[in-house]
Each structure stands twice: as structure tokens, then as C-alpha cells.
């Protein structure tokens, strides 16, 4: 068994490990024209783990990624040089400029971005904004891009999106949860959907997207490690979903919930203790109001 293999085997979720690797935006052109703009705006930081490229909203550049790796458990990276980094399909690198806000138990931290201004003029369409109008109905496919730090990846930004790659939960269902993770668990509850994507380290924070909308469900959060053989069947991830099985809750991946980010936006948009800014920017992302499009 190769390095590769026998890492990916802590992780693996269905009949076999399928991530395979964008090597550079030729490669895009081989993909379904919907996922392109969220695949060129996914990023990996300077010091691991992976975000997502919203767009530009009321002229600035918002990034979204894992609230969990600020946590000392995972090297505290929620720092300005470590939410720095490139948006590697692209060959683009970014500089962390402000925290937006930030909310443990959506597993989220919201943050504007800057570019070098002579890379500006190709961010035309770059990025994918929640799908705030998502029911996330159970069975939707999904594609799962993150930066994974396992044996045998090159840089290059690996995907999953076999067929066992899709919302394994009930439609709307979403769950405050302990991480089941029995390696480096998450020591705070998560609001999260389930998702029968292959996950490893590295991909926190990466974007889970539809299939076919090419919008962001949700973000990387966790996964039960090691996985068991239970979950290495693809049939019984199908029973999982189709029975609405308990061990959904505790057995596959798992992903930060649209519909709690939702919820929590709109609350914070009519509070008037909330900064001004802040609501006006969390507005913006609410209505769509990208500005590079």
C-alpha cells in the first residue's frame, strides 16, 4: 500500500479514497462551468488549512474560513501572516487585513483580503457567496475543495466529488454537535450538517459546494478519525441516509451549516449594538451584492 494510501485510510469515507488533484487553471476547463468561480477563490493559508474567496463586497475583499483554527488546540492561526496566503489555481497571493467577526459555534471567522493591484484585473468572477436560499436538501451532491495535508499531495488543490460525496443529513437539518474526531478533537460544539465527502487535515475551512449551483453550502469542519469500517462501505453510507440513522451524526464528515449562518446574519444585521461597518458589510453578503462580477 502506498504512503498516500495508507494516510488516506485514517480518513477515507465510502467503498474507496477518491481526491484527485487541480493542478492549474488549464484544469478548470474540464470542469462544470458552475464550480469554476468557487474552485479559483478557494485558498490555503501560509500556516495550513484552507478559505474561501466570498467576493468583493462594498468595494472590499471577504474571505471566509474555519473559526476552529484559531483555537490553541490547532496552533492558534487567526493571526494577520497566517490568514495570509495564495489562491493557488490562480497563482494569486493575498494579505489578511481585517477581521469581520467571527462566531465559534457556526466554526466561522469572516475577513477582508487585499491583492496586489496588478492582480486585481483577474478576480473578474472570482469566488462563490453562501447559498443563503440552500434547504440543504439531503442527497444534494456536493463538490469539497481544501488544501489537504496528507502524503502524496503535491500543492496542488485536491477535490472530492464521488458519488458518495453529497448531504447525508435530512433536508434542513443541521445539528449542534461535538466533534466526534477521536485524534484532535474540536473541544467547542459546532452547528453542522453531515456530508459523505473524503475530508483529511488540511481541508478545514475549505468550501463545500452544490454541485450544481457552484454556491457554498458550508465550510469544512471535521470528521470522525479514524473512520470506522463501518463508514468505508458506500452502502451503508446510502442507509445512513436514506433510514435517517443516529450514527449520521457521528460516523462520516461534517460541515458548518448554511442555514445557522443564515440565521445568525440576519439576527446581526438588526442589532443595533452590532458595529455599523460589520452590519453593513454582513448586508451586502446577505443580498448577493458581489462587486466583482
Known amino acids: 500500500m502506498s504512503a498516500l494510501l495508507a494516510e488516506a485510510n485514517c480518513f477515507q469515507l465510502g467503498d474507496s479514497w477518491n481526491k484527485t488533484e487541480l493542478k492549474d487553471a488549464r484544469g478548470l476547463s474540464k470542469l462544470a462551468p458552475q464550480l469554476i468561480s468557487a474552485l479559483q477563490g478557494t485558498a490555503q493559508f501560509r500556516l495550513g488549512a484552507s478559505g474561501i474567496l466570498l467576493g468583493q463586497f462594498r468595494d472590499q475583499w471577504v ?3 474555519a473559526y476552529h483554527m ?12 497566517a490568514l495570509s496566503g495564495d489562491l493557488r489555481v490562480l497563482r494569486i ?9 467571527y462566531w465559534p459555534e457556526l466554526d466561522l471567522i469572516l475577513f477582508t483580503v487585499v491583492f496586489h493591484p496588478n492582480d486585481e484585473s483577474k ?13 440543504l436538501k439531503s442527497g444534494t451532491q456536493l463538490v469539497v475543495a481544501g488544501y489537504t495535508a496528507i502524503t502524496g499531495f503535491s500543492g496542488n488543490l485536491p477535490l472530492s466529488a464521488d458519488s458518495d460525496c453529497k448531504i447525508l443529513s435530512g433536508t434542513a437539518e443541521s445539528r449542534l454537535m461535538k466533534d466526534p474526531d477521536t485524534v484532535s478533537p474540536d473541544p467547542e460544539k459546532k452547528w453542522a450538517f453531515a456530508i459523505g465527502c473524503d475530508i483529511a487535515r488540511g481541508d478545514s475551512g475549505g468550501p463545500v459546494i452544490d454541485s450544481q449551483s457552484g454556491k457554498i453550502l458550508g465550510l469544512v469542519w471535521t ?16 442507509k445512513l441516509q436514506r433510514d435517517h440513522d443516529p450514527k449520521v451524526w457521528s ?9 445557522k449562518i443564515g440565521e445568525t446574519f440576519k439576527k446581526l444585521i438588526k442589532d443595533p449594538k452590532a458595529p455599523v461597518a460589520q452590519r453593513e458589510i454582513i448586508r451586502s453578503i446577505l443580498s448577493g451584492g458581489m462587486t466583482n462580477r
Not at 478576480?123 to 434547504?135: I, R
Not at 460516523?251 to 442555514?259: F, I, N, Q
Request: glycine content about 12%; hydrophobic content about 35%.
Open 93 to 101: 497571493s493575498f494579505q489578511a487585513e481585517q477581521v469581520i467577526g
Open 70 to 81: 484559531c483555537s490553541s488546540n490547532f496552533g492558534g492561526m487567526c493571526k494577520p501572516f
Open 123 to 135: 478576480l473578474n468572477g472570482v469566488g462563490s457567496n453562501f447559498d443563503f436560499h440552500s434547504k
Open 223 to 238: 470528521g470522525k478519525t479514524p473512520t470506522s469500517d463501518f463508514a468505508k462501505s458506500s452502502l451503508n453510507l446510502e
Open 251 to 259: 460516523e462520516v464528515g461534517y460541515a458548518s451549516s448554511v442555514l
Open 63 to 65: 474571505m471566509a474560513a
